[in-house]
């Protein structure tokens, strides 16, 4: 269950999950910060501190002079800053390189196409924001509605558009090189709201909810499986390392651990997890699926990407955090991946 106050401009989490960003409806398309949650150990009731914020898109942004365009880019969505910023590949916690605010508002999930053009979901806003590489300002936007929350593009082109909380809880696909919808999965069915897309090499859809589930929907198709994924509070990124496997962002609602979760194909229970920091949201792959990047928001506390090896077991082996508050999102340029 959510409770909304009806106050312009904020949204009040009571139960079992925190918003990744809420939208409210104060007339200038923009909406105060998350609020801050803690869980009562004892009660189990989440309480918190509300900053009226209004993030506003805004309209300047920069890059490095020096950045070339054959650059691996590593980009993290950060809502506390309103903007994305852009860091170098495969250095060790590096300073940004450039920032990207304008028409951003409230930042949530990215996404990346093939020729390395950004898709921002601006979760504050109606809109989708679309941004060629090294560039700062949107090319392309797309409008599915209230809040949407994660964006996905396959690989021909076609894009997926997840929208929670508010609004149409569904997920939105649109024909490629077209911003005009052509097909709605209303996620009603689920009884969750969403939070993060992926799709395998089948262009199966896969979506993370609310409700501690993970649905499946065939291409083309409206009504998904439940794919009855044990093990999870909270599930939040989602995708597929080289072997085909699932991967999961688990948030465990403590405030303190959050795991990453690796389901084999066709098996509901977890093969491997691991520790992923307080509270990890996207996750994406790099440098053909041997690192993974996890951007981790800790709400409360100041957030960072963590960065993982598959040759070391998924060891920890990297961080950004310069620059970061409570970063959401993570996409890495075609060169990266």
């Given at each position: 269950?959510?409770?909304?106050?009806?106050?312009?401009?904020?949204?009040?989490?009571?139960a079992?999950?925190?918003?990744?960003?809420c939208?409210?409806?104060?007339?200038?398309?923009?909406?105060?910060?998350?609020?801050?949650?803690?869980?009562?150990?004892?009660?189990?009731?989440?309480?918190?501190?509300?900053?009226?914020?209004?993030?506003?898109?805004?309209?300047?942004?920069?890059?490095?002079?020096?950045?070339?365009?054959?650059?691996?880019?590593?980009?993290?969505?950060?809502?506390d800053?309103?903007?994305?910023?852009?860091y170098?590949a495969?250095v060790?916690?590096?300073?940004?390189?450039?920032?990207?605010?304008?028409?951003?508002?409230?930042?949530?999930?990215?996404?990346?196409?093939?020729?390395?053009?950004?898709?921002v979901?601006?979760?504050?806003?109606?809109?989708?924001?679309?941004?060629?590489?090294?560039?700062?300002?949107?090319?392309?936007?797309?409008?599915?509605?209230?809040?949407?929350?994660?964006?996905?593009?396959?690989?021909?082109?076609?894009?997926?558009?997840?929208?929670?909380?508010?609004?149409?809880?569904?997920?939105?696909?649109?024909p490629?090189?077209?911003?005009?919808?052509?097909?709605?999965?209303?996620?009603?069915?689920?009884?969750?709201?969403?939070?993060?897309?992926?799709?395998?090499?089948s262009?199966?859809?896969?979506?993370?909810?609310?409700?501690?589930?993970?649905?499946?929907?065939?291409?083309?198709?409206?009504?998904?499986?439940?794919?009855?994924?044990?093990?999870?509070?909270?599930?939040?990124?989602?995708?597929?390392?080289?072997?085909?496997?699932?991967?999961?962002?688990?948030?465990?609602?403590?405030?303190?651990?959050?795991?990453?979760?690796?389901?084999?194909?066709?098996?509901?229970?977890?093969?491997?997890?691991?520790?992923?920091?307080?509270?990890?949201f996207?996750?994406?792959f790099?440098?053909?699926?041997?690192?993974?990047?996890?951007?981790?928001?800790?709400?409360?506390?100041?957030?960072?990407?963590?960065i993982?090896?598959?040759?070391?077991?998924?060891?920890?082996?990297?961080?950004?955090?310069?620059g970061?508050?409570q970063?959401?999102?993570?996409?890495?340029?075609?060169k990266?991946?």
């Open positions: 269950m959510v409770f909304r106050s009806r106050l312009p401009g904020f949204c009040v989490a009571l079992t999950f925190v918003l990744p960003a939208a409210g409806q104060n007339g200038l398309g923009g909406a105060s910060n998350p609020p801050q949650l803690r869980i009562d150990n004892v009660t189990g009731v989440a309480t918190q501190s509300i900053v009226t914020k209004l993030n506003l898109p805004r309209t300047d942004g920069w890059i490095s002079p020096d950045v070339g365009r054959n650059e691996r880019l590593v980009y993290v969505s950060d809502q800053s309103n903007a994305v910023e852009i170098k495969g060790s916690n590096p300073q940004p390189i450039g920032q990207i605010t304008n028409g951003i508002s409230t930042p949530d999930g990215l996404g990346m196409d093939k020729r390395g053009n950004l898709y979901s601006n979760a504050a806003a109606t809109t989708v924001t679309v941004y060629h590489p090294l560039k700062t300002t949107p090319f392309e936007t797309y409008t599915p509605g209230q809040n949407p929350v994660n964006v996905i593009v396959g690989a021909d082109d076609r894009v997926y558009i997840a929208q929670g909380f508010e609004g149409c809880i569904c997920i939105t696909e649109y490629p090189h077209s911003t005009t919808p052509d097909l709605t999965i209303q996620l009603s069915q689920t009884g969750g709201s969403p939070m993060d897309l992926a799709l395998d090499s262009d199966n859809l896969y979506v993370t909810l609310t409700n501690a589930t993970v649905y499946e929907f065939q291409p083309g198709q409206t009504t998904g499986t439940n794919l009855g994924l044990a093990g999870l509070t909270n599930p939040r990124g989602i995708g597929f390392d080289e072997k085909g496997d699932l991967v999961v962002a688990n948030d465990t609602l403590n405030f303190v651990q959050g795991y990453i979760q690796i389901y084999p194909p066709g098996q509901t229970q977890y093969s491997k997890q691991f520790s992923a920091g307080p509270q990890p996207e996750l994406t790099g440098r053909r699926d041997k690192f993974m990047y996890v951007a981790d928001v800790s709400y409360g506390s100041t957030g960072y990407v963590a993982f090896r598959a040759e070391r077991g998924w060891k920890q082996t990297g961080t950004i955090s310069q970061l508050l970063p959401l999102g993570v996409a890495l340029s075609p990266s991946l």
